[in-house]
């Protein structure tokens, strides 16, 4: 099956530091990748869409400077957290959407900014 | 625009069987998926139904109305494991759009 790798799974970060997420498609070419961030016992709430070769789209609410997103190629889009505040702790996930209309998720990263 | 909406928590016994139900509104239907999330961890796909009626995958069935918009979950033979919560989505677009998630616990 279609796999999505992210790194790091976490990391901890002092507050108004940068960190960047990578998330990979490993086997499969994926023009189009998916955000999510999620809080505690809430549900997954999508920041942005990713297309290879172009801006990413941001939901409304998201800041697209302090979320900086870049799809450079098929296979990896990256997520550059900027500045990272304390509120900024959370569950990150990516996913890829395959051939179908299917999305694979990667495993998630767990920031914590202190 | 969509709206969908589960249960926030359900409790069921070891053994048993839970239906956990969603229901939503959208304007264009594109199928309705099923993802377990296991705390601390990403979704996995369960499910994903396009046509009205019941699928089954071992232990776990799904069911779909579409003139209804209406989707269940169904848990047979329950495990310990199985304490996740479960959540309904829809696509919208290229997007997939996710219900709050039903929180299962399993009692022994």
């Known amino acids: 099956g279609a796999v999505v790798s992210q790194h790091p799974s976490w990391v901890i970060c002092k507050s108004g530091t940068s960190v960047k997420i990578e998330c990979r498609s490993l086997?499969?070419?994926?023009?189009?990748m998916f955000w999510y961030r999620q809080f505690p016992k809430q549900s997954l709430m999508l920041m942005a869409t990713?297309?290879?070769?172009?801006?990413?789209?941001?939901e409304q609410g998201v800041e697209k400077d302090k979320f900086l997103i870049n799809h450079a190629s098929l296979t990896l889009s990256t997520l550059t957290v900027t500045s990272a505040h304390p509120e900024d702790s959370s569950f990150y996930i990516c996913?890829?959407?395959?051939?179908?209309?299917?999305?694979?998720f990667g495993p998630g990263t767990r920031l914590t900014v202190t | 625009g969509q709206n969908i909406d589960q249960p926030t928590e359900m409790t069921a016994t070891e053994g048993a069987i839970v239906q956990i139900n969603c229901t939503y509104q959208t304007s264009g239907f594109n199928g309705l998926f099923w993802y377990q999330q296991h705390a601390g961890e990403a979704p996995t796909f369960l499910s994903y139904?396009?046509?009205?009626g019941l699928e089954e995958k071992g232990r776990f069935s799904s069911f779909l109305s579409r003139s209804k918009g209406y989707s269940y979950l169904l848990l047979k033979e329950l495990q310990m494991k199985d304490s996740a919560s479960y959540l309904c989505?829809?696509?919208?677009?290229?997007?997939?759009?996710f219900g709050k998630g039903t929180r299962l616990h399993i009692l022994p």
């Open positions: 139904n396009v046509l009205d």
């Open positions: 990713s297309n290879e070769g172009s801006k990413a789209t941001y």
């Open positions: 996913s890829a959407r395959g051939p179908s209309t299917e999305q694979y």
């Open positions: 989505a829809i696509p919208s677009g290229d997007k997939i759009i």
């Open positions: 086997d499969f070419q994926a023009t189009t």
